[in-house]
């Protein structure tokens, strides 16, 4: 009879802080205990940064949730103008140049259902660039100098899988749908959420208070 070959247990070293992991699987020890735990024999894995639970999730897009933490949420806006306040306010504390970054909006909700224009967005914004992403992550509000920055104008083509909404010949109504979200990402052309490790923090608290199925 054939001895059956033991499984080590894995080290997940050199991270912040260190896991070790039984032949299962499982985590059985985290931070100054990890390499005690996983003993002599273990497989070791080297890594650098922060280590943070894996989650398995319900569709719940935690690098989104990470990111509503940090940006402005439209959530809940019961009309164009109490959206256009939540800009208006946000964008006050940012520089002239800053990006308005955000989503939640969903039109579908307001007493005119009617998309929204860029010039609304314009004023709102203080002139500066702005995308704002619908509700249900398939539109994209973006502003005229989001949409400049973007090199989008009246000669743009609609992108492959994608749909910039056009009053007339114009982009004038800027928003994007589907694949067309991308054109005018803020993070074509900068990172305006630098303050993403804090995001993520808040993101793994809203996933452990209900968001996750399990992890």
């Known amino acids: 009879m054939t001895a059956r070959r033991s499984v080590p247990a894995l080290l997940f070293a050199g991270c912040k802080p260190e896991v070790a992991a039984g032949p299962d699987g499982r985590i059985i020890a985290v ?7 996983a003993g002599r024999g273990a497989e070791v894995v080297r890594l650098r940064g922060a280590a943070w639970p894996g989650l398995i999730d319900s569709h719940i897009h935690l690098e989104g949730l990470a990111e509503r933490a940090l940006n402005l949420d439209l959530t809940g806006a019961r009309s164009l103008e109490v959206a256009l306040l939540r800009i208006h306010r946000w964008a006050a504390r940012l520089p002239k140049d ?16 009617a998309f929204p224009s860029r010039n609304q967005l314009d004023e709102a914004a203080g002139g500066r660039p702005a995308y704002l992403g619908r509700k249900d992550g398939h539109s994209a509000w973006v502003s005229t100098a989001a949409m400049k ?15 910039i909404a056009r ?8 928003c994007t749908l589907e ?3 991308h054109c005018e990402s803020p993070t074509t052309f900068r990172s305006p959420t630098s303050n993403m490790p804090s995001g993520w923090a808040s993101g793994r608290v809203g996933a452990t208070r209900g968001f996750a199925s399990g992890a």
């Open 31 to 37: 931070g100054a205990r990890a390499r005690a735990a």
């Open 98 to 113: 800053g990006w308005v970054v955000g989503s939640g909006w969903y039109n579908d909700l307001w007493p005119d259902p």
């Open 149 to 163: 920055l973007g090199g989008i104008d009246r000669s743009t083509e609609d992108p492959p899988g994608g749909v």
């Open 167 to 174: 009053a007339g010949s114009a982009p004038s109504s800027a």
């Open 179 to 181: 694949a067309g979200c």
